[in-house]
């Protein structure tokens, strides 16, 4: 990891000075908080009622064998709608104009094994910084299987990522429960970047392996304590996470590994500066998928309106596809990029796309 680079502060045509303007008139005029809503609540409550109703279940002795399983995988899919929904609007201050709701409701993270801290010098700083920046934004650094962008360093297996790169994604969110956060919680101490950004790094080491330790006994320990099989409590544990995992993983890939957003290298910069402004670099670097479906948009808490969520991370997602409107008409006056895929299906195989074309080192194959 790079010390930043910086933006260019000048904007030209004054693309966002436009549209923030525009964006405050809606929520100004149709007396609106930019947070969330009752929709917001409700949704809050069924992801929830998903994931404590299966785990109660669990305790209840209906449930043997395979039952303990389904209730697992059920399970997963609400902590995809943790995930997507609750943790992500919190831990970027979206979910309330109340400090306090927000932070709660960030450790709903922590419930399902993650770590709110982590997640927010990961994705809130970095990623949502320096978007698609090779050497910077974690999301598209080089893992041991998957090449994420044009600049990684190409190795010979790559070739086939884009066959195996999905059953991959199925282990996202497991191996950030056992590996990813602590080698990350050392990765910005070393940095700086756990201090520099007000947070404590003891406080956040004990805040995470005690939320961790609670995390494996209630989902493990405390279901094979009452009898459960442990062979179905482990497969189901598995599965919960393999759903979760791609689900959580396939959304994220979407936005930004697929035909038409821009990859950079952090050493490509001109004096530690890109040639864009901020705004302008996450509407060359992002896209869209499926925005004119309402079920797409409730199961993946509107992050297939990904453009707007970059260029208002603090506006709550139930308020995205109003102000998407705003967005696309301000892009258009000003002559900028804006890249959607009308379907989940053309999405998915625009990233499959882009995945053969990173593991083969020839971005031609993108056409092909």
Known sequence: ?????????????????????????????????????????????GILTGYFVPYALLFAGVFSG???????VLMGFAVSGIGLCIMHDANHGAYSSNKTVNKILSYSLNMVGGSSFTWKIQHNLLHHTYTNV???????????????????????????????????????????????????????????????????????????????????????VLPIAIGLSVGYVLLGFLLLHMVAGLLITVVFQLAHVVEGPEHLDAEDAVEGQLENTWAIHQLQSTANFSTKSKFVTWCVGGLNFQIEHHLFPTICHVHYPKIAQI??????????????????????????????????????????
């Open 66 to 72: 395979w039952g303990i399983v389904l209730l697992y």
């Open 134 to 220: 090779y050497h910077i934004d974690e999301d598209i650094d080089d893992k041991p299987f998957l090449r994420l962008s044009p600049h990684g360093k190409l190795k010979s297996h790559h070739r086939f990522q884009h066959y195996y790169a999905f059953l991959l994604y199925c282990f996202a969110t497991l191996s950030w429960v056992i590996i990813k956060d602590f080698r990350q919680l050392k990765l910005y101490n070393k940095e700086g970047l756990t201090e520099n950004n007000g947070f404590h790094p003891k406080r956040e080491a004990i805040i995470m392996i005690v939320s961790k330790i609670v995390y494996f006994l209630h989902i493990l």
């Open 1 to 45: 990891m790079q010390h930043p680079i910086q933006f260019s502060k000048r904007d030209k045509v004054l693309f966002f000075r436009t549209l923030q303007q525009r964006v405050n008139a809606y929520f100004n005029e149709n007396k609106i908080k930019k947070t969330g809503n009752w929709i917001m609540y409700l949704k809050t409550t």
């Open 327 to 368: 967005v696309k008409q301000t892009v258009t006056e000003f002559n900028l990029p804006y890249y959607e895929f009308d379907y989940l299906h053309k999405a998915v195989g625009s990233h499959i796309k882009m995945l053969r074309a990173f593991g083969s080192g020839n971005p031609g194959l993108v056409n092909s």
